[in-house]
């Protein structure tokens, strides 16, 4: 006989066990995406961005020139070479405006573009509002995984000045963001993709690997965006996927999912089952 | 009573339970550098290097300039915001060069300098004489781990093309060889110091840090070393330390600790221990 809600006679004591039960089944790990989901980060890519458009505008005509698009081919063909981050960008900047420049730009002027990647790299971080406290309040229920995508070294800077490290169990900083790695980070956590919920900004890194494992995720949008994240190509799955305006909202999509898994696997459980 | 080899009636079964538990107490991981220890690297570092100083000749007189020296400053001042790797070395080239030719360096020469960055992320990833037979007869006793610095993407690739990653039980990719890094590292493994043996070609960052910790480690210089790895402030142990020509001789060096291992220990052992 199928046990649960559906009872007439609900014993305290088995609801204990049901709880319990569906709690471990239902979420087992959360993992939080960093940048721009626990601390500001693209506002200081895309100032950098600003000042690069600055140097270069001192060469050529801005309106004629695609320059962000021109930038961000030179990014993506150096992508398999250079992997995410400010280092990279530091450098594909340093190619672009060389090209677009048809080498007309002074090596003071490079200097200055080297030293826009050394201030991202340097960039204080500032964790964005609501999301220490939304941070602990799901440590309180479950384990936590910080899946950071980019340089290492910049990374683990990050991680420590944001004094959240202690709150997590695991800190996985990876190359990219796709569903193998997303798989290997699950499987060093001894989690199945069904019991991990990922929070994240990034549609493409944070929210489409993680539903193709068949997990869950949280899409927290942040008001800029690189455009290489930007496409995301994938299946949205509305009963896996839940869409926040704040990290404060985490705490209760979580708490309908697993009332949601209350209601699904009443078989599961207790005495009666 | 004293149990072990200088029982008189060595019984065979007492045996195998003594070799297991000193075995098993005595070396429980392995760990492996990467860069020089397993496969070619510092050879194409070195080779940037020099044409990075072909170019920079153009400029400047070489020999009324201690460029190697300069850049080497340069790198250094830069570590602690880009970390190891070859990204942040020719983002320091093309900042060496610029200040050391006081801004005369023409852009078509600072993009040749950045090239020189992408060539040593693309060189191919040789391994050194022996390595892969020593490896895999090392493995065939003892779990390994792979702890490499450097930038993670870069290292993922290397990793990937030795062919070697199905040997390491974990690969851990490292911003920093000091010794929280190897605790961490150690840790992670549920491995004490004492039962860990470092192999790498670098003092400062394979041999000295696993030293402090207790641990016993193996050096293979390689015949090139970067200035910066050269200094290694530390006490030499040399109970706890060999130094080897090559990585053929590794495991006939473990056999020299276990061995050790069982006459220093026998009173832990056996039925009348």
Not at 52 to 75: C, N, P, S
Request: proline share 4%; hydrophobic share 45%; glycine share 8%.
């Amino acid at each position: 006989m199928a046990a649960g809600l559906s009872r007439g006679r609900p014993c305290p004591c088995e609801w204990i066990v049901y709880e319990r039960l569906l709690v471990t089944d239902a979420i087992k790990l959360v993992g939080f995406d960093g940048d721009d989901t626990l601390w500001h980060s693209e506002a200081y890519y895309q100032a950098a961005y600003a000042d690069f458009e600055a140097i270069v505008g001192e060469y050529v005509d801005l309106r004629e020139l695609a320059l962000r698009q021109r930038l961000l081919t030179v990014e993506r063909a150096n992508l398999a070479l250079f992997g995410y981050g400010a280092k990279g960008m530091a450098l594909s900047m340093v190619e672009a405006a060389i090209r677009v420049t048809e080498e007309r730009i002074s090596a003071h002027d490079l200097h200055r573009i080297v030293e826009l990647g050394k201030q991202v790299l340097r960039h204080p971080v500032e964790l964005l509002e609501g999301v220490r406290e939304a941070v602990e309040a799901v440590a309180a229920d479950y384990p936590l995984v910080l899946v950071t995508k980019g340089d290492l070294f910049h990374q683990e800077r990050k991680v420590l000045l944001s004094g959240l490290s202690e709150v997590f169990e695991r800190i996985e900083i990876v190359s990219e963001k796709d569903p193998e790695t997303y798989a290997a980070v699950l499987a060093r956590s001894g989690v199945k993709a069904e019991e991990f919920v990922m929070i994240g900004n990034s549609l493409r890194s944070d929210v489409a690997p993680v539903l193709a494992l068949g997990g869950r995720a949280i899409h927290i949008p942040y008001p800029l965006l690189w455009l290489h994240e930007a496409e995301a190509d994938f299946e949205p799955e509305p009963e896996r996927m839940a869409e926040l305006a704040a990290a404060a909202e985490v705490p209760d999509q979580l708490r309908v999912w697993r009332q949601r898994g209350l209601f699904r696997h009443p078989a599961r459980v207790g005495s009666g089952g």
